[in-house]
T-cell receptor, first 115, second 113 residues
Framework: GAVVSQHPSWVICKSGTSVKIECRSL??????MFWYRQFPKQSLMLMAT?????????EQGVEKDKFLINHASLTLSTLTVTSAHPEDSSFYIC???????????FGDGTRLSIL | RKEVEQDPGPFNVPEGATVAFNCTYS??????FFWYRQDCRKEPKLLMS???SGNEDGRFTAQLNRASQYISLLIRDSKLSDSATYLC??????????????FGQGTTLQVKP
């Protein structure tokens, strides 16, 4: 069964709207979660590393004020796409792992479409 | 040069065929290696970890060659349900404390009846 839950699965909204995506680890505590974005026919690209109780670490070229990450508990991280525009339309996926050396498990992903 | 490189394919094979995918990585300090499977418009799912001694899980066999910085995945007796994109994934030594994954572009497999 799923070990990482992501919600919502689909979002369609108007330009300028802010969208919050939740990522939960279901049966383990995750001090670190990861947020990725994937455009059609491209690789997953890491956006940021979400750290429980501290600021997220953003990859080069990812605007931290645009993509707000909050990791308030050991089982929940949220990504908020602020004032979303059509170019933000993408597949957003989170992941979490039990321990550093173990593989990551991915959430179901959120397909975001901005009109 | 990309950190993790794969032939994007697509590989079109008949049911029952054996197919092999290759992957190369550029960072010789890389420590952990995985194959993930991603179906169209879905999230990646872990297929198997890759160990230096090689490992097998049913019809799937993964091999690692550290000297050549090369990883392979062999699928025997292909099923229609094996059709997907296979992602080669590496954790570089420098990022091992955070577990940051480096993804290949993925190799697309289409198994035909």
């Amino acid at each position: 069964g799923a070990v990482v839950s992501q919600h919502p699965s689909w979002v369609i909204c108007k330009s300028g709207t802010s969208v919050k995506i939740e990522c939960r680890s279901l049966d383990f505590q995750a001090t670190t979660m990861f947020w990725y974005r994937q455009f059609p026919k491209q690789s997953l690209m890491l956006m940021a590393t979400s750290n429980e109780g501290s600021k997220a670490t953003y990859e080069q070229g990812v605007e931290k004020d645009k993509f707000l990450i909050n990791h308030a508990s050991l089982t929940l991280s949220t990504l908020t796409v602020t004032s979303a525009h059509p170019e933000d339309s993408s597949f957003y996926i989170c992941s979490a792992r039990r321990q550093v050396s173990q593989p990551q498990h991915f959430g179901d992903g959120t397909r975001l479409s901005i009109l | 040069r990309k950190e993790v490189e794969q032939d994007p394919g697509p590989f079109n094979v008949p049911e029952g065929a054996t197919v092999a995918f290759n992957c190369t990585y550029s960072n010789s300090a890389s420590q952990s290696f995985f194959w993930y499977r991603q179906d169209c418009r879905k999230e990646p799912k872990l297929l198997m970890s890759v160990y230096s001694s090689g490992n097998e899980d049913g019809r799937f066999t993964a091999q690692l060659n550290r000297a050549s910085q090369y990883i392979s995945l062999l699928i025997r007796d292909s099923k229609l349900s094996d059709s997907a994109t296979y992602l080669c994934v590496v954790i570089a030594d420098g990022s091992s404390n955070t577990g940051k994954l480096i993804f290949g572009q993925g190799t697309t497999l289409q198994v035909k009846p």
